[in-house]
């Protein structure tokens, strides 16, 4: 396989371009997908066999069940984030190593459940909290360590609608290509 075809792949909706100016209805676009991921995610994973769930979007890639623990992890991991950085005064995030996480048993249980209850609950949680940031919150830094780059908050929403919409088109790739490859 091509390196071009397998970066499409991987990045089926493209990279997460920070616009020059975020403004408002960037924001709201944002929560608003932020929002709707369970119920998109739920209406893709619904009655997929076991075998189903194994199905992978590319080579050396996670099944579509990873992505869905993945995603349950990821997303409250970023929560807590939100939550450090509303609080602390530009704290430096921790990072946490996604791909041994896939790895541990509760990112290979084919039983979904309780990572798509956990992705509801917390989903309609953090839309609340974003819908709720003042401008001056939203302008709220962290500090990943993995590169000393600072984020703001209004970035990281951005971020994560765009993280939610590249692993949904993962799921839809892995449910096209039909293999576990």
Known sequence: ???????????PIGTFEV???????NILLWINQVETFPAKLI?????LSDEKKNWKYRPEGWSIKQVVHHCADSHINSFIRFKWTLTEDTPIIKAYDEAKWAELFDGSEDDLEGSIMLLKGLHAKWARLLRNLSEEELMRVFIHPEHGKRVSLKENIGIYAWHCEHHLAHIKQAISAKCSY
């Open 43 to 47: 209406e893709l994973t619904s009655g």
């Open 19 to 25: 616009p020059l100016v975020i403004t408002n209805e």
């Open 1 to 11: 396989m091509q390196e071009e075809e397998l970066n499409n792949l991987k990045f």
